[in-house]
């Protein structure tokens, strides 16, 4: 049995790219995550940046930059639903893109990778797409030591394929799945290739150790606070609502009597923004009263594994 690459990846996406721009920079309120993983990304990519700093700063190669040699080119991405880890994984390629000049491509694996449980699929599929994003990685051209691309897989729910190992009841054919998901960071790492590895999950606990320690950062995400949420209405509501009004809507969207816990990015982005639009389509502006009333109305999203239906 052969694997297309339709059969391993769900999209396969081009940067630069103006649509992924556009998302990337609506993600307000990641701006210290974007600027954390704008730079270990572009080093890991273009490991001459870092010789270059070091010459210029200290006059010579310090000993950090050979050892940050050695850093995995693998990210975890972990936190709450709706907090943004997909939406900047698929997207922060087209950042690198345009602050290096260069081409990447992103590949994001399809679940499908999973395959039926028949004896070995599974190994064979994820190897298999581990292979084609490797061989990729490897026709990319290098001019002046600088390569002229890069590659990056997403793995988006990646606790379900590199669950931990460590659980009693893990079915043979999953174990095998996680060796080979193991080997197929490992050979990032080794081929030293402008490559990175994105792992996004909702359930950090849940991927196996082994996986985990070979991660080269992981990056926490949270739900916005207030300043956060501020920030994004802010941003996207600018239409009749006052800064004072835009304070009172951000404070109205965090954890009160109602729920203890307020709202996701995407519950702003997603529910709220474009509930508040429809209510006044098509007879009437937006109203600061309208776009309150909506968001006391509206149940933020239950922090993963509670009970979305009370």
Request: with cysteine; aromatic share 6%.
């Amino acid at each position: 049995m052969s694997a297309t690459t339709k059969d391993l990846f769900e999209n396969i996406i081009e940067f630069p790219d103006p649509g992924a721009k556009n998302r990337y920079d609506r993600l307000v309120g990641l701006d210290e995550v974007k600027v954390r993983l704008g730079k270990e990304a572009r080093i890991l990519l273009n490991p001459a940046l870092l010789e270059e700093w070091s010459s210029k700063q200290h006059g010579t190669q310090i000993a950090l930059v050979s050892k940050f040699r050695e850093r995995s080119p693998m990210f975890i991405f972990h936190g709450d639903v709706g907090t943004g880890k997909t939406e900047l994984a698929e997207t922060f390629g087209d950042r690198i893109a345009r602050a290096e000049d260069i081409s990447v491509t992103l590949y994001r694996l399809s679940l499908a990778a999973r395959g039926t449980g028949a004896v070995g699929e599974m190994t064979m599929l994820i190897a298999t797409a581990f292979a084609q994003v490797i061989e990729a990685a490897r026709k990319i051209t290098v001019k002046k030591r600088k390569p002229q691309g890069a590659v990056i897989l997403v793995i988006d729910e990646a606790d379900s394929l590199a669950q931990s190992r460590e659980l009693a009841q893990m079915h043979h054919e999953d174990r095998a799945g996680v060796n080979a998901l193991i080997r197929g960071v490992s050979g990032f790492a080794t081929g030293h290739l402008p490559a990175i590895v994105v792992m996004c999950t909702n359930r950090l606990g849940a991927i196996d150790p082994a996986v985990q320690r070979r991660a080269g950062d992981v990056f926490e995400f949270t739900r916005p606070n207030e300043e956060q949420r501020r920030a994004m209405l802010s941003c996207l509501l600018d239409a009749n609502v006052t800064e004072k009004e835009i304070v009172l809507l951000a404070r109205a969207t965090g954890a009160n009597g109602a729920s203890s816990y307020g709202y996701t990015y995407s519950d702003i982005a997603q529910r709220l923004l474009p509930e508040i639009l429809i209510d006044s389509f098509p007879d009437k502006p937006v109203s600061y009263e309208r776009a309150l009333a909506i968001a006391k109305t509206l149940k933020p999203t239950p922090p993963f594994g509670e009970d979305r239906t009370s």
